[in-house]
């Protein structure tokens, strides 16, 4: 999510024609049509963020500016020129990195909060804890996850009170420490 997609069709010959069509898993389906003998674009309810760039000696793409999560679906290219009609679909997955809090609570344990992230992240916990994660699932696709640091039995007196949530997610991994 913000980021920048890029999207290519395949390029055969010169050509005619160039549609994309999208359909988003959430809002409203977009076309945009290239047609050479009039070297303009025609668009049809697409946002601002999304054009078609074409460069030399590279394929025509569809380049989606600051991705927002309502733009994860389904992208088809069609492209029509001499050597025939040649299409390419792509399923645009948006990842949204969570944000990651660690605190203590009323009883002096550690939380560890990965907060409205899509998919949810999986939580950990060093030294090892037998904790559950809870799940809280949003309207906009994205998970808040929360894990309470339960210490094991064998955590003597000599062990350091210092634990370290780790947060792992496909957008990247994080780790926070904390002492309570």
């Not at 088809?76 to 990842?95: D, K, P, Q, R, W």
């Not at 660690?102 to 409205?116: I, N, R």
Request: proline share 6%.
């Amino acid at each position: 999510v913000g980021d920048s997609s890029v999207l290519t069709c395949p390029l055969k010959g010169t050509i005619t024609m160039l549609m994309w069509t999208t359909s988003p898993k959430a809002g409203v389906h977009c076309s945009l049509v290239y047609r050479a003998v009039t070297n303009m674009i025609n668009r049809t309810n697409c946002s601002d963020n999304m054009n078609l760039t074409f460069r030399p000696d590279l394929a025509p793409a569809l380049e989606i500016r600051q991705v927002g999560i309502a733009q994860e679906g389904n992208y088809t290219c069609a492209v029509a020129s001499a050597e025939g009609v040649f299409n390419m679909m792509y399923h645009l997955t948006v990842l949204v990195p969570p944000r990651l809090s660690l605190y203590c609570d009323e009883q002096g344990s550690p939380v560890c909060e990965a907060a409205v992230g899509k998919p949810p992240a999986q939580l950990s916990w060093v030294p090892e804890s037998s904790s559950t994660a809870e799940r809280k699932g949003h309207d906009n696709g994205t998970v808040t996850v929360l894990s309470r640091f339960t210490a094991g039995s064998t955590r003597g007196t000599n062990m350091t009170n210092v634990t370290t949530c780790v947060v792992s997610h496909p957008a990247g991994n994080w780790s926070q420490s904390i002492a309570c």
